[in-house]
């Protein structure tokens, strides 16, 4: 029928509404947010009754089917949210899940939501059947740019005047949680701060939120940013990332990056090197700028380092777990001398 970003639905929902919608996406905030609009919308064109119900493993079925046909005590137009908590459903309730359709009538407004990414649930065949009746709301996190468009938007909403230099303070504060950036914002606002609120004053008021993945860790490394890459790092760490989940991803990219400098020092073809690989194209031109950092003895010395790191970890002759990972995405970002090697500490 339609699909429409979270971003879109403050709009929409001022119009007339569909009788479904199918909303997925694993980023909290922007999933909580597009609810609360669809709730607000539906209960001002009428729809006054609201009905949650969960469905997790112990789920009676049932109870949808009724209430999908009962006629309301309270009201006669009525929102029904159904959650799905579970990754993969019964055999029943994909085929509860496929009868839908024939069950939604004009007093009903049908939200079903879940964490479980859009990309995957939409293959489903009960998803695809619904599609037609639906507004579908897929919910991706934000990238970098993104992200700071959806700061520059909240703090112009919350009449905040933040400089450019404060909004990336709060984006590295505050970044892959957007939850704890609005809460910061919503802070600030109400705090008597000086305006237009710059990096030095907003620095005294912000604690660390920010979220990250062993991904997007990969991603500064890629890219040579030093001082991001340690600051994910330390968030992962302070997130009790296992270490030796970080190294196999580490090792994983710099197998890669070998692979990819001696195609490209013997004339091979990278783009199939590429394919072969499952890089992406739009994530390949950072793997070109990492490659014009090494050379190939150097990315065999890193090889060395992270299995000599993997080898004292589980033997437990690591004095600070923190400090050797450290060590090891510096290495990678910037070929230094090798005045500290754990290979060497591993062969003492």
């Not at 604690?207 to 890219?223: N, Y």
């Not at 090889?303 to 050797?324: C, H, I, N, S, W």
Request: aromatic share 8%; hydrophobic share 45%; with cysteine.
């Amino acid at each position: 029928m339609q699909k429409l970003y979270a971003n879109q639905l403050p709009q929409h929902v001022q119009g007339p509404l569909a009788g479904c919608y199918l909303l997925f996406g694993e980023e909290p905030l922007q999933k909580l947010e597009a609810i609360d609009a669809i709730r607000a919308g539906a209960k001002a064109q009428g729809f006054a009754e609201r009905i949650s119900l969960t469905a997790d493993a112990q789920f009676d079925w049932q109870q949808l089917a009724s209430e999908l046909s009962a006629m309301s005590l309270f009201a006669e137009r009525r929102l029904i949210e159904l959650e799905l908590v579970q990754q993969k459903l019964s055999s029943e309730a994909n085929e509860q899940l496929k009868a839908l359709p024939q069950q939604l009538h004009c007093d009903i407004i049908l939200l079903i939501h879940g964490e479980r990414s859009f990309s995957d649930v939409s293959k489903l065949a009960w998803f695809k059947q619904l599609a037609a009746q639906a507004v579908q709301v897929p919910i991706y996190p934000l990238d970098e740019r993104q992200s700071q468009q959806w700061l520059r938007e909240r703090a112009r909403t919350l009449q905040l005047p933040l400089t450019g230099d404060a909004l990336s303070l709060l984006q590295q504060h505050c970044a892959g949680n957007l939850l704890a950036a609005r809460q910061e914002l919503e802070k600030l606002a109400l705090s008597q701060l000086p305006a237009p609120l710059d990096a030095t004053a907003l620095s005294q008021f912000l604690a660390d939120h920010s979220s990250f993945t062993v991904f997007q860790l990969v991603d500064a490394i890629l890219q040579g940013q030093l001082d991001e890459a340690l600051h994910r790092l330390q968030r992962l760490c302070q997130q009790d990332t296992e270490p030796v989940i970080i190294v196999w991803q580490l090792h994983k990219e710099v197998t890669q990056l070998r692979q990819l400098l001696h195609t490209q020092q013997h004339g091979g073809n990278l783009s199939e090197q590429f394919k072969q690989l499952a890089i992406w194209p739009k994530r390949q031109s950072l793997y070109l700028q990492a490659l014009t950092r090494f050379s190939l003895p150097y990315l065999d010395y890193l090889l060395q380092e992270l299995a000599a790191f993997d080898r004292l970890y589980k033997a437990g002759q690591l004095p600070d777990t923190d400090v050797a990972l450290a060590h090891l995405v510096s290495f990678m970002i910037k070929p230094v001398a090798k005045t500290f090697s754990l290979h060497h500490v591993c062969d003492d």
